[in-house]
């Protein structure tokens, strides 16, 4: 099937990404970014049924087309018996979704369904673009930039991976809702008053185990200053554990999830997170000043690197898990208590974001689009 360029032709993309919320919602930022800019565009999603884009995705309007796919097993090499027969059948879905939609792009936002996608769309004949959210790419993308018309890159240190003529560095799309929040309706939200020091805890949806050890131990620390109050999400895997083991304080807020990211961000003082490159992005963009706790437990410890920069920035400072039980408190502490730093690290946070990536990676999709 050849696609059609012609004028009267409505853009048609494709994006593929998922397993986690860092591939699947910028995804989304995009898709949303190409309504705004085309709304006669037609857009859908290639993505697993098992994972968090079964759901997010049709919450957010676009349709999704399930394709199997299975990682690598290094450690459980039983597991990898079914691995060559799941990548053939993801691939030949994938060839059929692709002639079935007929894009005339698609758009790879990392995850292992990308992998079969995108290159089903090369082997049709279908220009690719890549975003990387991470300063260390994942494998599937670090393959896939070599036939990519565009890669799009959250931060810079990324580009030494990839074909630099083809790198532009825009960002990590970020929820618009999530800039311009009135600090005050944000405290009066958390019940935290003007005047006391406000410290943002939190470790992804599912949370840390590391983080929230660490809070347990140095919590009574944290909360003998008076001024100092402390929002802690401790993911839904921990909260009924933190919950039962931790005493009642009236300034402090046991959560499992926050609904409400913007007005947690415009509140806080300060933020103990780790450093997950929607995190990172979300930092930015709020200017938020933080303490930055890479994960060493995820794929090729690509957390640590995002930290590394927004550190060498001046954005954040960098805590190394291992120092994490007998640091956290002395770090935040010293953070909570300096004003001017706190200050410097907004505007150094302010400086390095890219609040309108979303925008700017829709526009090249659909300039190419558009220039055959």
């Known amino acids: 099937m050849t696609t059609d360029h012609t004028p009267s032709r409505a853009p048609r993309v494709l994006f593929a990404g998922g397993g986690t919320g860092g591939h699947v919602y910028p995804a989304i930022a995009i898709a949303d ?5 085309e709304p006669r565009a037609a857009v859908a999603f290639a993505g697993t049924e098992d994972r968090i884009e079964w759901k997010a995705v049709p919450h957010a309007g676009y349709p999704i087309h399930p394709i199997v796919v299975q990682g690598f097993h290094r450690k459980q090499p039983l597991r990898n018996l079914g691995f060559p027969f799941k990548v053939a059948k993801g691939f030949m879905q994938s060839l059929s979704l692709v002639r079935a939609f007929d894009p005339d792009l698609v758009v790879g936002t990392g995850g292992y369904v990308a992998g079969p996608v995108l290159l089903a769309a090369r082997v049709l004949g279908r ?6 959210q991470n300063a260390f790419p994942g494998v599937t993308n670090k393959l896939l930039g070599q036939m990519a018309t565009s890669i799009h890159l959250a931060f810079p240190e990324a ?8 790198c532009i560095v825009s960002g990590n799309p970020t929820r618009a809702a999530l800039v311009d929040v009135d600090r005050a309706e944000a405290r009066r939200h958390f019940a935290v008053p003007e005047t006391g020091r406000l410290l943002l805890v939190f470790g992804g949806s599912l949370g840390s185990a590391a983080l929230n050890t660490a809070m347990e131990t140095h919590l009574e620390r944290l909360l003998a ?3 100092i109050y402390v929002i802690w999400q401790t993911g839904s895997l921990y909260f009924d554990r933190v919950h039962d083991r931790v005493t009642p304080h009236e300034r402090l807020s046991v959560l499992k999830y926050i609904d409400r990211m ?5 509140a806080a003082d300060a933020v103990l997170a780790r450093a997950g490159a929607i995190t990172c992005s ?3 963009v709020t200017g938020t000043p933080s303490i930055l706790v890479p994960s060493p437990n995820v794929a090729e410890d690509h957390q640590t690197p995002n930290a590394r920069s927004m550190s060498d920035a001046g954005a954040a400072r960098f805590l190394a898990e291992a120092d994490l039980a007998g640091r956290l408190a002395d770090e935040a502490l010293g953070l909570l208590r300096d004003a001017d730093t706190r200050r410097a690290m907004r505007d150094a946070a302010l400086r390095i974001a890219k ?3 979303a925008r700017e990676i829709a526009a090249d999709i659909l300039n190419r689009i558009n220039t055959p």
């Open 225 to 227: 200053e008076p001024d």
């Open 33 to 37: 970014a190409v309504r705004a800019l």
């Open 282 to 284: 979300e930092l930015m």
């Open 262 to 266: 913007d007005l947690a961000y415009a």
């Open 127 to 132: 220009p690719i673009v890549i975003q990387e």
């Open 355 to 357: 609040p309108h990536a």
């Open 159 to 166: 580009r030494r991976f990839f074909d630099a003529k083809r």
